[in-house]
């Protein structure tokens, strides 16, 4: 500003009321403290998505940690049922060995007569027990694969919501807050001006 725009300035600023002169500095420093506040607003603002966004990463990495328990489940039943069923195949198979040495040691000769088939009913039994077990043994693990890949479905919902709180937070400036704050301060204060100290 020139020095007779000063002076100019200067007498006009002189020449207004207590009150106007009191509305153009209140005018002002509501402004500043509008900037100030609008930058904080929009650090807080920032720093809470980006809370948000950890807070979401580690959610995900807890329900990946939770989906390996599953699989590592499946795996266990696995092997529980797989050694159920080679105990009773074990059971079965002795059971008839026992049957035929005491036929034998009674003398009864086996295939002829009522003594032909005397063992299809127990390897009937026995053949629905095992199917039964592969069954179960079937159910139990496919059940703790479904849940494992409903938590890798929502482990990656969580991994997207994440990204998103983070590009989210990254597009948060507190400097545009700042300049739309100053923008809208300075409107009062030239509205609070007299006509006469806007004229060039």
Avoid: C
Avoid at 62 to 85: C, G, P
Avoid at 110 to 128: H, N, Q
Avoid at 150 to 162: C, E, K, T, W, Y
Wanted: aromatic share 6%; no cysteine.
């Amino acid at each position: 500003m020139t020095t007779s725009r000063w002076a100019d300035f200067k007498a006009d600023w002189n020449s207004m009321s207590s009150l106007g002169q009191i509305g153009v500095v209140s005018a002002v420093g509501s402004t500043l403290q509008g900037i100030v506040s609008s930058y904080y607003a929009a650090q807080s603002a920032k720093y809470k998505t980006k809370s948000l966004a950890l807070s979401l990463e580690h959610k995900r990495d807890m329900t990946l940690f939770n989906r390996r328990m599953k699989e590592s489940q499946a795996q266990h039943l696995n092997d529980v049922y797989n050694k159920q069923y080679q105990i009773a195949t074990l059971k079965a198979g002795n059971r008839e060995s026992t049957a035929r040495a005491t036929f034998a040691a009674r003398g009864i000769q086996m295939g002829v007569g009522s003594t032909k088939d005397p063992f299809v009913s127990s390897k009937i039994l026995s053949e629905i027990d095992k199917l039964t077990m592969n069954s179960n043994k079937v159910r139990a693990i496919s059940n703790k694969r479904l849940e494992g890949a409903g938590l890798g479905i929502q482990a990656n919902m969580l991994g997207v919501s994440a990204n998103n709180m983070f590009a989210t937070a990254s597009s948060i400036d507190p400097f545009m807050n700042m300049s739309s704050s100053l923008l809208t301060g300075v409107g009062n204060i030239i509205q609070s001006l007299p006509a006469n100290m806007l004229q060039a």
